[in-house]
């Protein structure tokens, strides 16, 4: 069972179109982080969202946690060839230690067509 | 500034052998310290992840192993590689209180 489910898990558009990709959970989450996945790279984090029903904007890329804090988008407007990639969700649990470990969706895979 | 490294960034073994993954961290001290493995164009799998020197947690039963000799050092080992075992196998470390994670440009293994 997948706490974190994305959505779509692939998505091919052609540039200058809009897209949305969601990361949805039945579970409350403290704060959501969204990653980016070049192939053959490690995950780089572009956003963390805390608060629910907040909005934060990264150049082209909007993103959004849900009221409930159970939910996230990702919004990318004009996209671009270089948009392409592994786009990961994830949020964090706490272990007994003290130490955050996350739990990722399963991604959604995007390519932008020239 | 912090920085992760992980080597070798490509391993192919045959099933049978064994295994050592380094991973070391710069800038830092007393991180939180994972090791995940990811399927091909797929989501991260935690596989341990350690507090500091000495601790482990595993996350999932499976046939690999982990140790932190030194603050800023992470290995993932395994006596015997099953064919199971291939994938991209990332490093990542994180603050306590900061959930980001940063990670490592990854290993990846293929057992044959």
């Known amino acids: 069972t997948q706490l974190l489910e994305q959505s779509p898990q692939f998505l091919s558009i052609q540039e200058g179109e809009n897209l949305t990709v969601y990361c949805n959970s039945s579970s409350v989450f403290s704060s959501l982080q969204w990653y980016r996945q070049e192939p053959g790279e490690g995950p780089v984090l572009l956003v963390t969202?805390?608060?629910?029903?907040e909005v934060k904007k990264l150049k082209r890329l909007t993103f959004q946690f849900g009221d409930a804090r159970k939910d996230s988008s990702l919004h990318i407007t004009a996209a671009q060839p270089g948009d392409t990639g592994l786009y990961l969700c994830?949020?964090?649990?706490?272990?007994?230690?003290?130490?955050?470990?996350?739990?990722f969706g399963q991604g959604t895979r995007l390519t932008i067509n020239p | 500034s912090q920085t992760i490294h992980q080597w070798p960034a490509t391993l192919v073994q045959p099933v049978g052998s064994p295994l050592s993954l380094e991973c070391t961290v710069e800038g830092t001290s007393n991180p939180n310290l994972y090791w995940y493995r990811q399927a091909a164009g797929r989501g991260l799998q935690l596989l341990f992840y350690s507090v500091g020197i000495g601790q482990i947690s595993s996350e999932v039963p499976q046939n690999l192993s982990a140790s932190r000799p030194q603050d800023r050092q992470f290995i993932l080992s395994s006596k015997k590689l099953l064919l199971s075992d291939s994938g991209f196998y990332l490093c990542?470390?994180?603050?306590?209180?900061?959930?980001?994670?940063?990670f490592g440009p990854g290993t990846r293994l293929l057992v044959l």
């Open positions: 969202v805390v608060t629910g029903g």
């Open positions: 990542a470390w994180s603050v306590d209180w900061d959930g980001t994670q940063y």
């Open positions: 994830a949020g964090p649990l706490f272990t007994y230690q003290g130490a955050q470990k996350l739990v």
